[in-house]
């Protein structure tokens, strides 16, 4: 289990977390550089849309999962694993606060 100044710890860091992939989505030029080459740009342009869609769906999953990480951790249910409901170690929350499997499940 962890503790409570864990918690704490780790529920800033989603916040953190929270609080930079929003503003990523918002503003698709940090993620992306502007030194787009003008003299390429039309046969880029359709490279690069689908790079920005994916990068889009990768920062709104992401958010989705720190999202829910928070909603567990109001309703108390965060730091257990979905699969066999044991305790996440602290060392993968560490890692990735967002986690939902400990690390035995993860490997599977
Ligand atoms: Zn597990």
């Known amino acids: 289990m962890i ?18 992939l929003s503003g990523e989505l918002e503003d698709p030029h940090v993620s992306f550089g502007s030194d ?12 690069e849309f689908a790079n920005r869609l994916g990068i889009q769906v990768t920062l709104k999953e992401r958010l989705r999962e720190v999202n829910s990480a928070l909603e567990r951790m109001a309703v108390n249910e965060y730091g257990t694993c979905e699969e066999c409901h044991n305790p996440i170690s602290l060392e993968v929350l560490s890692a990735e606060p967002e986690s939902r499997l400990c690390k035995s499940c993860k490997i599977k």
């Open 36 to 47: 787009v080459d003008a003299f390429d740009e039309e046969t880029d342009e359709a490279e």
């Open 3 to 20: 503790t409570k100044e864990e918690f704490e710890m780790l529920k800033e860091k989603l916040l953190e977390d929270k609080i930079k």
